[in-house]
C-alpha cells in the first residue's frame, strides 16, 4: 500500500474531489489546495509528490512549478503536471517550467492511481 503524501492542487472542485478520492482509496495521504498560491503553501507542510494543474485563474501551474523549483526548502519536491492541455509542445512546455511528468485530463480513473505511484518510485529516496 502506498504511503506517499499527495498535494493536489486545482482550481476546480469536481477535479480535486476525484483525485483525491482515487488516491485516498488507493492509500494515500492526501491534501488539496484551490489555487496555485495555496499549493505553494501547503507544500511546505512535507509532501513527497505534487500534482500540478496547469490553466488556473490567477496564477497558473507552471509559474507556480517555477516558483517552487526556485525556493531551496522546495525545490526538492517532484511537481507533476496535470492537463487537459494535449497538444504538440504541451508537455515540453511543462517539463522545462520543472515538472517531472505529465498526466492528462480527463485523468483514466482506472490507472490513476499507479500512475501516481511511478512517479513516487521514480524519484530518488531523499528522507
Known amino acids: 500500500m502506498p504511503s506517499g503524501r499527495i498535494l ?7 477535479n480535486l474531489q476525484l483525485a ?3 488516491l485516498k482509496a488507493a492509500g494515500f495521504s492526501v491534501n488539496t489546495a484551490a489555487s496555485a498560491q495555496e499549493g505553494i503553501e501547503k507544500a511546505r507542510s512535507g509532501v513527497e509528490l505534487i500534482l500540478m494543474d496547469v490553466q488556473m ?6 509559474t507556480a512549478t517555477r516558483l517552487i523549483k526556485a525556493d531551496a526548502a522546495l525545490a526538492h519536491i517532484p511537481v507533476v503536471a496535470l492537463t ?6 504541451d508537455k515540453e512546455r511543462c517539463l522545462e517550467a520543472g515538472c517531472v ?11 490513476f492511481a499507479s500512475t501516481v505511484t511511478s512517479f513516487l518510485k521514480a524519484q530518488p529516496s531523499s528522507a
Request: glycine share 12%.
Open 101 to 111: 511528468g505529465y498526466i492528462t485530463k480527463p485523468i483514466n480513473t482506472k490507472q
Open 8 to 14: 493536489i492542487v486545482d482550481d476546480t472542485v469536481a
Open 57 to 62: 485563474s490567477g496564477m497558473d501551474g507552471l
Open 84 to 89: 487537459a492541455n494535449a497538444m504538440q509542445g
Open 20 to 22: 483525491s478520492f482515487l
